[in-house]
């Protein structure tokens, strides 16, 4: 019992820095026929899932056209793809809009998440 009591008082300790219990997600906001999304998908998309940044906020994939999914809110329209969204609990906390490239994508996503105090899972 002593135990369990100090593991949840860790965690939340932990979530007064970091918001630990969040539901994290990037939703990549995509079209048909996108040149930059179908490079981001041929340098990124196999190794995203793996990476401690894909752990931390799984990918979520959604077309420009479609209607927006229910539960989730962005800060501003959405007008270029690829557009990626940084979501914690249903909204938006910022965002990559365009595809800087490989080098540049990981930085920008790390800080992102770093800037909205999410604990990034290694």
């Known amino acids: 019992m002593f135990l369990r009591a100090l593991v949840f008082s860790s965690l939340l300790v932990?979530?007064?820095?970091?918001?630990?219990?969040?539901?994290?997600?990037l939703v990549m906001i995509e079209e048909k026929g996108c040149i930059w999304c179908a490079r981001w998908n041929k340098e990124i998309a196999d190794i995203y899932p793996k990476t401690d940044e894909g752990k931390t906020a799984p990918l979520?994939?959604?077309?420009?056209?479609?209607?927006r999914p229910e539960g989730l809110s962005f800060a501003r329209s959405l007008h270029y793809t690829p557009t990626f969204v940084l979501i914690v609990d249903g909204a938006e906390v910022s965002r990559i809009e365009g595809y800087p490239g490989e080098d540049f994508f990981w930085g920008l996503l790390r800080q992102m998440l770093v800037d909205a105090n999410i604990a990034i899972l290694e």
Request: proline share 5%; charged share 15%; hydrophobic share 40%.
């Open 60 to 67: 979520q994939r959604m077309d420009i056209h479609a209607p």
């Open 14 to 25: 932990l979530a007064g820095t970091y918001s630990v219990l969040a539901q994290t997600r």
